[in-house]
């Protein structure tokens, strides 16, 4: 559960939060992604007032209460904060009315002075919480940018996905994370992926143990995280199962109810998997731009049949 | 060892569908191959090719009512020649 102190910890340096009150609410639970500025609260008017929002008063809340007289500033925002209410940021660093600072002291609500403008900070709190509240799953697997392409590779234990990697890093490209690869919806349905912070950048390959990429490598050779592009399973060779030859059809596969290219990629002795790699994400970035070489080498073939047909030679 | 070992079989077989022998047919064919032993060779207007081999097929470019020669040898020649002709009567499972 993503709790203020959360928030705070992650966020409360660049957002410039600066705690005025309310200590002990800070492992209020935030229920919702969504921040809000009470403005008609204010003035009276309650009726379905999101109380599990984030408030945030900006430069007009803080002069409308300004005007008030000290008993109506109290018993106009006693309403608007309720046990769930996560807390309250003041926005541009503005001094809260001493009957808000009691309030929140009372109830043990997080009252905090920002220093950015508000709608800034309405902006800002509202991406942090939406990425804290992105629907998110964890997957085996190695991810590795490619060509600037966001690759995940998957297969059974023991079929090669860290060798294939540890090629792929040898060849200049870099570990994002081996093994556990933690996958987040973000806004428009792209899905981000990065490593888990204990094993980040650490590789575990059979026969030599752990190692870690960074180290070994070079920081070049890593990041924290990327947009997936293409997910590649790599599967040991079977004989009776007929694999993509063409590449006309595109097949996909479902990570979070987004869809992503896949690629289901067949490993045997003399498979160079490291090329073929790098091939599946080099094809992938020429189809983006617009170019599909299986297309495109079935329409040519569909024309040269098209004018045998009509009599005419080649 | 049987004598049958080496046969060598060869069937005659006409396109039939609207587009020819293009992509999704010749895929058609190298699936249905895989299974079987047999060399299996196709020829159209005196080229011949390795019919495992899916650019070698689209190499022919046979257009709608070409007829091609399948020449298989092996142990399992008739089982080839057989099942080929009735992927080609199928029309690949395309609409006749």
């Known amino acids: 559960m993503y709790k203020v102190a959360d928030l705070v910890a992650e966020h409360g340096e660049p957002l410039g939060l600066e705690l005025v009150a309310g200590k002990e609410g800070l492992k209020r639970k935030i229920l919702v992604p969504e921040v809000h500025r009470p403005g008609l609260g204010l003035a009276n008017f309650t009726k379905s007032h999101a109380v599990k929002r984030l408030l945030i008063f900006g430069k007009v809340e803080i002069e409308y209460l300004r005007d008030l007289t000290s008993e109506e500033r109290f018993y106009r925002l006693k309403p608007l904060l309720s046990p769930k209410t996560p807390a309250i940021v003041v926005a541009r660093r503005y001094r809260p009315p001493k009957e808000l600072v009691t309030l929140c002291e009372e109830n043990h609500l997080p009252l905090f002075r920002g220093s950015m403008t508000t709608m800034k900070l309405l902006k800002k709190l509202t991406g942090h919480l939406s990425e804290a509240f992105a629907p998110s799953v964890s997957c085996h697997g190695s991810l590795l940018e490619v060509f600037g392409m966001g690759v995940l590779i998957q297969g059974a234990s023991g079929v090669g996905k860290s060798e294939a990697a540890l090629g792929l890093i040898e060849r200049g490209h870099r570990l994002i994370s081996d093994d556990i690869v933690k996958i987040k919806r973000g806004e428009g349905n792209v899905l981000e992926g990065r490593g888990v912070e204990l094993t980040r950048h650490h590789m575990e390959i059979r026969g030599i143990g752990i190692i870690n990429v960074a180290n070994l490598y070079g920081i070049v050779c890593v990041r924290e995280k990327i947009n997936l592009d293409i997910v590649v399973k790599l599967e040991v060779w079977d004989d009776t199962h007929f694999y993509d030859r063409v590449g006309l059809e595109d097949k996909t596969i479902d990570i979070l109810d987004s869809k992503l290219p896949f690629h289901l990629l067949p490993v045997k002795p003399g498979r160079d998997v490291v090329l073929l790699l790098e091939t599946i994400a080099l094809n992938h970035r020429l189809k983006q731009m617009g170019y599909h070489s299986a297309k495109e080498f079935s329409n040519k073939l569909l024309k040269t049949i098209a004018r045998k047909k009509d009599g005419k030679k080649r | ?96």
């Not at chain 2, 079989?9 to 396109?15: A, D, I, T």
């Not at chain 2, 058609?28 to 005196?46: D, F, G, N, R, T």
């Not at chain 2, 070698?56 to 008739?78: F, M, R, S």
């Open chain 2, 1 to 96: 060892m049987g004598k049958k070992d080496n046969q060598v079989l060869e069937k005659k077989l006409r396109v039939k569908n609207a587009c020819g022998l293009h992509t999704r047919p010749a895929t058609m064919i190298v699936q249905c191959l895989q299974k079987w032993q047999a060399e299996v060779a196709v020829s159209y207007k005196k080229k011949s090719v390795d019919a495992k081999s899916i650019l070698n097929l689209l190499l022919l470019a046979v257009p709608k009512n070409g007829e091609i020669t399948v020449t298989a040898k092996g142990v399992d020649a008739e089982q080839v020649l057989l099942e080929l002709s009735n992927l080609f009567a199928d029309y690949f499972g395309e609409k006749k």
